[in-house]
């Protein structure tokens, strides 16, 4: 079978590492792909938000199976577009992947199925925004309607800051017409973690749970970032939690979108608020999280071609997944600068070294090669992944292959992990 990966970050380095582990894989392309991807595809000069072009290529090619890595895509409809030309996607349809490319579609859907959220008000005009914002006080959250490449969430100390942030979106429009349309919501206090699921239409079959770590700092300070680490399994997601979480937001989603005829088939990842026992939903995403990703698929026994097959064939009551029960830690190292601006082209060392270690794997996000080195090339540049009988032998392993790779300004944080520690199991 030839597949095709559209992305190039850490999470598609790690969905061609798992891909290529099935026997049913004869060939698997990367497009754009990284200097990671290179090893174990062939890196295809294709931007991942160019559907046209990548349908071309999957037409010429006979690719029998595409998996679409980042949002931007989806939202743009590839799988649709796939599938009119008769060629097998997995993804969500245009208008189901609206869950993440558009906040207001996806907190009302959540309103009409039930799925608890925080209260919010939508605007299309400033003026009333800034009211919203003064009667409700804050802290308080204000958010672009459309795809921001991550950035389009603010979450506002005090009043002063939200009505900056209306500012900033609908008159400076820093993330263009994303923000024509914003959403105000209610502070939500707690602990965050990550809920994924393979999801075909009907049947729900929920991967492990997992925390991302989004702030740029130790300690959870700094700007937000795309992630700067993660961990799986997250045990703040305790038993009851995951029941709750399958019960009252995945299943919901997934019944209540296939009622309104627009089923929602792919990865659901669900953004979860948990305090005091209760959960909240902060919003969904039409796709795997990065790095979530690196930890989850990492842990995953199962053949990934068969759950994705079974989720494009409406097949999956049929399949069960496996996972390894180990513990899995991923520590992203970024240039240096990020989320800011930074530099790239810096040779980066001590991969091999570090891939050497046992049960240490280097996916690859912002990277590229340059006859046989390997250079920065992006924001987040490594995801340095481990696996250990229990978290703490996890982050150790996974720090030892961190301290081996060196590049001018790389950063990371040294406390990916830590909450996990604290609730051990
Ligand atoms: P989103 O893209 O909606 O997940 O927002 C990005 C990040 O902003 C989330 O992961 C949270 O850390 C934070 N966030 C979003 N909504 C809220 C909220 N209602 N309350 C507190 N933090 C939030
Ligand atoms: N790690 C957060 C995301 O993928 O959206």
């Known amino acids: 079978m030839k597949i095709l990966v559209v992305g190039s970050g850490g999470r598609e380095h790690a969905l061609v590492w798992k891909l290529a582990q099935s026997p049913r894989a004869t060939k698997i392309f990367a ?50 577009r796939f599938k009119e030309a008769g060629l097998r996607a997995f993804g969500p349809s245009k208008e189901a992947a609206q869950l993440e490319g558009s906040k207001s579609f996806c907190k009302a859907a959540m309103v009409r199925f039930g799925v608890p959220t925080a209260a919010y008000g ?18 308080i959250v204000v958010k672009a309607d459309g795809l921001a490449a991550g950035k389009g969430v603010i979450v506002a100390q005090t009043e002063a800051e939200a009505l900056e942030a209306v500012d900033l979106i609908m008159q400076e429009r820093e993330f263009g017409e994303a923000g024509d349309l914003i959403v105000v919501e209610e502070f ?49 997601v305790t038993r009851e939690l995951f029941d709750e979480a399958m019960a009252k937001v995945m299943q919901p989603m997934i019944d209540g979108m296939a009622k309104e005829g627009n089923p929602y088939v792919g990865i659901l990842y669900g953004g979860l608020m948990i305090k005091d026992g209760a959960i909240k939903v902060l919003e969904f995403n039409c796709r795997f999280g990065d790095p979530e990703c690196q ?13 994705l097959e079974a989720a494009i064939d409406g097949k999956l009551d049929e399949i069960t997944l496996e996972w390894d029960e180990r513990a899995t830690v991923c520590v ?26 046992k049960d240490v794997v280097v996916f ?25 009988d229990t ?35």
């Open 31 to 80: 497009a754009p792909g990284n200097a990671g991807t290179a090893g174990l595809a062939e890196n295809v000069e294709i931007s991942a938000e160019d559907v046209d072009a990548l349908l071309d290529f999957a037409k010429r090619e006979n690719i029998d199976l595409t998996v679409v890595g980042p949002e931007a895509p989806l939202v743009l409809g590839i799988v649709d």
């Open 122 to 139: 939508e605007f299309t005009d400033p003026e009333a925004a800034k009211a919203y914002i003064k009667e409700q006080g804050a802290p």
């Open 364 to 388: 690859h996000a912002g990277t590229k090669l340059e006859g046989d080195k390997v250079l920065t090339n992006g924001g987040r540049v490594l995801g340095v992944t481990s696996l250990g």
């Open 188 to 236: 939500l206090d707690g602990e965050e973690a990550s809920f994924l699921a393979f999801c075909d239409g009907k049947t729900v079959v929920p991967m492990d749970s997992s925390q991302d770590h989004k702030p740029a700092y130790d300690g959870d300070k700094g700007p937000n970032t795309g992630g700067m680490g993660a961990y799986s399994p997250a045990p703040v």
């Open 332 to 357: 992203v190292m970024a240039s240096g600068g990020y989320p800011g601006s930074y530099p790239k082209g810096i040779e980066i060392k001590g991969l091999k070294d570090a891939a050497a270690l």
């Open 391 to 425: 978290v703490s032998e996890a982050i150790s392993r996974a720090y030892e292959a961190v301290e081996l790779i060196t590049w001018e300004g790389a950063q990371y944080r040294t406390d990916i992990g830590k909450k996990a520690l604290q609730r051990e199991r």
């Open 295 to 307: 930890p989850i698929v990492i842990r995953l026994k199962s053949d990934l071609v068969d759950i």
